[in-house]
T-cell receptor
């Protein structure tokens, strides 16, 4: 289908790792992105991965890309309460516009 | 990183009036800007793609006459919600990209529109 799918909700304990998954639709997407949105705010780009890469690591963030399955994941190591937010993946559909996933609400508890 | 400024951040208007939202790229030239709408607890829905000096390209189901988009310069795009109704109340977010495929998109902080 046309939708970029994500699981709706994830709850983790502080200090654990979080893994947020995304299934995208456009196999020709050049870049795939992860954004963070805190309540009432705009979007903050966390990281992105070029389509010819399988993995990208950026401090506590690790992005894995499986092009065959059109599956993208974001791993947050040592999750903190400040990481509580909604996380959106986005694909570069047909190379000119960003289409966002349904969003995953991450809740971190002590 | 680059900055995209969106104004106003919040606006309340009466039904039947029009509201203009501005999106500015402060330190780069944005040949393309995008307007999104976000309903509470939902994802961002792309409304239209705005190219400098040409007509905007609207996504299916978005009323062109209702949501007027103007991209008069390389640093400014505006969205005007005409004859606003309560169902137009939403969070509107713009984003801007530099020229070139695959370049990063920068987002404004969003505008919370409430129509009473």
């Amino acid at each position: 289908g046309e939708d970029v799918e994500q699981s709706l909700f994830l709850s983790v304990r502080e200090g654990d790792s979080s893994v947020i998954n995304c299934t995208y639709t456009d196999s020709s997407s050049t870049y795939l992105y992860w954004y963070k949105q805190e309540p009432g705010a705009g979007l903050q780009l966390l990281t992105y991965i070029f389509s010819n890469m399988d993995m990208k690591q950026d401090q506590r963030l690790t992005v894995l890309l499986n092009k065959k399955d059109k599956h993208l994941s974001l791993r947050i190591a040592d999750t903190q309460t400040g990481d509580s937010a909604i996380y959106f993946c986005a694909e570069d559909r047909r190379g000119d516009k960003l289409i966002f996933g349904t969003g995953t609400r991450l809740q971190v508890f002590p | 990183g680059a900055v995209v400024s969106q104004h106003p951040s919040r606006v309340i208007c009466k039904s039947g009036t029009s509201v203009k939202i501005e999106c500015r790229s402060l330190d780069f030239q944005a040949t393309t800007m995008f307007w999104y709408r976000q309903f509470p607890k939902q994802s961002l829905m792309l409304m239209a793609t705005s190219n400098e000096g040409s007509k905007a390209t609207y996504e299916q189901g978005v009323e062109k006459d209702k949501f007027l988009i103007n991209h008069a310069s390389l640093t400014l795009s505006t969205l005007t919600v005409t004859s606003a109704h309560p169902e137009d109340s939403s969070f509107y977010i713009c984003s801007a990209r530099r020229q070139g495929v695959g370049t990063e998109a920068f987002f404004g902080q969003g505008t919370r529109l409430t129509v009473v």
